[in-house]
């Protein structure tokens, strides 16, 4: 039976630092790839349970959209987010998030993001995708005595988490 | 708008046909006309045709109007279905020519014309619908249209058509559905398909020139769902969006669930689709659902029927989803599985395959150890006996003609090795069946010292 398997595809590895305690915590097998190329092999090989996609908003270079929805068409039971870290107007964010949705993503993110935010998008895509799959999470180890975690809050409350790469730009 | 130039006069009418002129009829007809031959090539089309598409028929006389990547939008939105090419009469949207995408979309009915041995020609009728939406609310990134467009053509209904009366039924439910705007309820099991259902849908409505969203409402956690589509800049009051799925309504809370459904009875604008693996009024006497999602947004139930009962489907879809060969002892023993978790298992056991056979076609042996066994291909071994005293033999068995082969067969060192008498040694090599080894000739001790 396979292990819950994240493959993160970015350029700089910012989000994988971003999610590397809950994939710790998780036990979750994570695969990284900067290329497109590389990326759709590992999803064709290795059916990850869920991928997380940066994304470039700009026309000249599509080739994370166009991994989108290659994977999506090829594999629709694998949730694929996308992360940008490009700030937009409103209009604009609408726009790109519809258009996100529309090639197949399950949740599109754009700054200011959080990381309780984004781990609950991604353990939440994952323990559907695993569900989904029968694929059994090697987490069960806690004893009944041991207290229990306690629970991820549901919303983004530390500003300190706070990732806006557009205003650290301008403060340069 | 002119009237229609005079028809031709002396052509259309046939020797032994009572004097009736085809081309003169369709001549004063409003309804856009054409007629292609049976290598799909414009043999006619009538001045409502030309009036349509702006093109005259001397112009596009011997045009070839089918779908592929060289075809002009025009020879494009002409071109004869398969279903009409092998014959039966069927209906098409496509774009209104020279956009890649509608509104205005052209409603094209192909007529097949039967000959003695094959098919004579088409007959085909346009109707426009939908309205041109405006500039702005066609705006969508540039680099995402071209993307958007081979999706459109990936999700069409010939991507859920099959062989089976069940498939055949299903393709004939998603027209139906693409063809009104009320809300759907999909009902399927796992992984039969459900939202691949839902996209061909919106890809074949007059919807598809905006943006379907699928939300997994069992992934996502309901405040992620509730910001996505009520939150700043939510997609619930976007023009861009046309069609929003929801995965299992059921699995979010209540009070979220009776806001989406005030929000889609209140916003005609967006199409709600759900997918569940039950009806809704099952879901609903469950206390999953609350009841709106019965009376008001599950107006059209439609059922993805799993893959057991579509298994003459299984090679076509094999072939679509690996665009490699299948041999025909591996598609033997595909159907003889019953397919539980449906596409979804078949699609894994189908890639695994085609990752065991680097090349070449994808052959029985390649297939996965259980389905070759439950074929009657491969036997199973028969399970071991646990019997607790055979097996104790086996292991005293084994450690005594360990010990003779350390102690070079002497018998007393044996024993020594076993920490038991030499007399016990020589009864459990009689009970064990163990030959006695023959005994090493004692040493020859030089005395001459």
Not at chain 2, 75 to 98: H, K, Q, V
Not at chain 2, 221 to 233: A, K, N, R, T
Request: with cysteine; charged share 25%; net charge positive.
């Amino acid at each position: 039976m396979r292990a819950p398997q994240l493959v993160i595809v970015e350029t700089d590895g910012w989000i994988a630092r971003l999610l590397s305690e809950l994939s710790a915590e998780s036990k979750w097998l994570v695969r990284a790839s900067r290329s497109g190329d590389n990326a759709m092999s590992l999803v064709r090989d290795r059916r990850p349970s869920v991928i997380v996609v940066q994304v470039e908003l700009a026309d000249d270079k599509p080739a994370a959209l166009t991994l989108i929805s290659d994977a999506t068409r090829l594999c629709p039971d694998v949730p694929v987010v996308a992360v940008s870290d490009v700030k937009l107007n409103d209009g604009d964010r609408i726009s790109w998030t519809a258009a996100l949705f529309d090639l197949g993503v399950r949740y599109a993110m754009f700054p200011p993001l959080t990381r309780p935010v984004l781990e609950d998008v991604v353990s939440g895509l994952m323990g559907a995708a695993t569900r989904r799959a029968g694929i059994v999470a090697p987490v069960a180890t806690s004893t009944p005595d041991k207290p229990k975690p306690k629970p991820r809050p549901n919303r983004a409350a530390p500003t300190d988490d706070v990732i806006d790469l557009a205003d650290d730009e301008l403060h340069e | 708008m002119s009237s229609p130039p005079p028809p031709p006069s002396g052509k259309g009418r046939p020797r032994g046909s009572g004097g009736f002129a085809w081309r003169a009829f369709f001549h004063h007809s409003t309804t856009p006309v054409f007629v292609l031959g049976k290598s799909r090539r414009l043999r006619y089309a009538n001045p409502a045709w030309e009036v349509l598409t702006g093109v005259k028929l001397a112009e596009a006389l011997g045009m070839v109007c089918s779908q592929r990547r060289h075809s002009t939008p025009l020879a494009a939105a002409l071109a004869p279905t398969p279903e009409s090419l092998a014959g039966r009469p069927d209906r098409a949207r496509r774009p209104a020519p020279p956009g890649r995408n509608g509104p205005p979309w052209w409603d094209v009915t192909f007529a097949p014309l039967a000959g003695a041995d094959s098919l004579f020609g088409i007959v085909g009728f346009v109707a426009v619908v939908g309205e041109p939406v405006p500039a702005a609310a066609r705006k969508i990134p540039p680099g995402v249209a071209s993307l958007r467009d081979r999706r459109t053509a990936h999700f069409s209904t010939e991507l859920l058509a099959g062989e089976s009366l069940a498939s055949t039924r299903l393709v004939a439910q998603v027209r139906l559905a693409a063809g009104m705007f009320a809300p759907v309820w999909i009902v399927g099991e796992p992984g039969s398909g459900k939202e691949t259902v839902a996209r061909v849908i919106h890809h074949t409505s007059a919807l598809r020139d905006r943006a379907f969203v699928g939300i997994d409402c069992t992934g996502l956690q309901p405040y992620l769902i509730e910001s996505l589509l009520f939150g700043h800049g939510g997609l619930g009051v976007s023009d861009r969006v046309g069609t929003v799925y929801l995965k299992e309504p059921g699995a979010m809370p209540r009070d979220l669930q009776q806001r989406l459904a005030d929000h889609f009875t209140e916003h005609a604008g967006t199409r709600l689709v759900c997918g569940s693996e039950r009806a809704a009024p099952d879901s609903v006497a469950a206390g999953g659902l609350v009841p709106v999602f019965q009376t008001a947004l599950s107006v059209f139930e439609l059922r993805v029927p799993p893959l057991r009962d579509r298994l003459d489907d299984i090679p076509r879809i094999a072939t679509r989803l690996l665009n490699r060969a299948i041999d025909p002892a591996a598609l033997a023993v595909l159907r003889v599985h019953t397919w539980p978790s449906n596409l979804r298992e078949l699609a894994e056991v189908l890639y695994e395959s085609a990752a065991a056979s680097a090349t070449g076609a994808i052959l029985r042996e390649h297939l996965p150890h259980e389905l070759r066994v439950k074929a009657g291909l491969t036997r199973t071994p028969s399970p071991k006996s646990l019997n607790l005293d055979a097996i104790l033999e086996a292991v005293e068995k084994r450690v005594i003609q360990l010990a003779l082969k350390k102690a070079n067969n002497n018998q007393t060192e044996a024993a020594e090795l076993l920490g038991v008498f030499r007399t016990k040694l020589w009864r459990r090599l009689d009970v064990l069946g163990i030959p006695a080894p023959p005994q090493p000739k004692p040493r020859k001790t030089d005395d001459k010292e």
